[in-house]
């Protein structure tokens, strides 16, 4: 049963550089999140999708881009990485509006 | 817009004292609300969370929080806390939709 999981754990990378975190889960849940947690700043969501080739817009999109082609996978790519995108970032589905969250365990990123 | 004030960024505690975790959330309708716990280098897991039926909620590892709208409150309590209680804890608001807004967190330092 892996549940929900996020690879790399770890990416250091270069200003101006593409990156993707990927996110992946095995429960079919219909809806995935990405949230990016910064100290005193709690969690902010990025991007959402209710649905395969359905996604949205959070509270911090700008720097991101989403696709969900498939429903357990959801990746987040940083199109030019900048210093300000250092942050531990987090993927998290749910099976229904308002149901539970659960998160992977977090993709550490340092961006140089 | 909802948000999600948590009182006091760290709190510490002495092994087998009350913990007296603080939330207040600010929202026009009625609110779900969660707690989320955060151990080290790990992603958050739910702790509990209220969706308008008893407004006493009990969770996992001994924790309850209680819903006060007259207080717009949903403050985290565990009567003796233990030394596994140590990690960052979360309260989050969900109002209507199913997207969360978090609190910055509170960090729980359990004193042997």
């Known amino acids: 049963d892996a549940g929900i999981t996020q690879s790399p754990r770890y990416k250091i990378t270069e200003t101006g550089r593409q990156v993707t975190l990927m996110c992946h889960q095995t429960?079919?849940?219909?809806?995935m999140f990405w949230y990016r947690q910064d100290l005193g700043h709690g969690l902010r969501l990025i991007y959402y999708s209710a649905a395969a080739d359905i996604t949205d817009k959070g509270e911090v999109p700008d720097g991101y881009v989403v696709s969900r082609s498939k429903t357990e996978n959801f990746p987040l790519t940083l199109e030019s990485a900048t210093r300000s995108q250092t942050s531990v970032y987090f993927c998290?589905?749910?099976?229904?509006?308002?149901?539970?969250?659960?998160f992977g365990p977090g993709t550490r990123l340092l961006v140089l | 817009a909802q948000s999600v004030t948590q009182l006091g960024s760290h709190v510490s505690v002495s092994e087998g004292a009350l913990v007296l975790l603080r939330c207040n959330y600010s929202s026009s309708v009625p609110p779900y609300l969660f707690w989320y716990v955060q151990y080290p280098n790990q992603g958050l897991q739910l702790l509990l969370k209220?969706?308008?039926?008893?407004?006493l909620v009990k969770g996992i590892n001994g924790f309850e929080a209680e819903f006060k709208k007259s207080e717009t409150s949903f403050h985290l309590t565990k009567p003796s806390a233990h030394m596994s209680d140590a990690a960052e804890y979360f309260c989050a608001v969900s109002v209507g939709d199913y997207k969360l807004s978090f609190g910055a967190g509170t960090t729980v330092t359990v004193r042997a």
């Open positions: 998290a589905s749910s099976g229904g509006a308002w149901e539970t969250q659960y």
């Open positions: 209220y969706t308008s039926a008893a407004t």
């Open positions: 429960w079919s849940h219909s809806y």
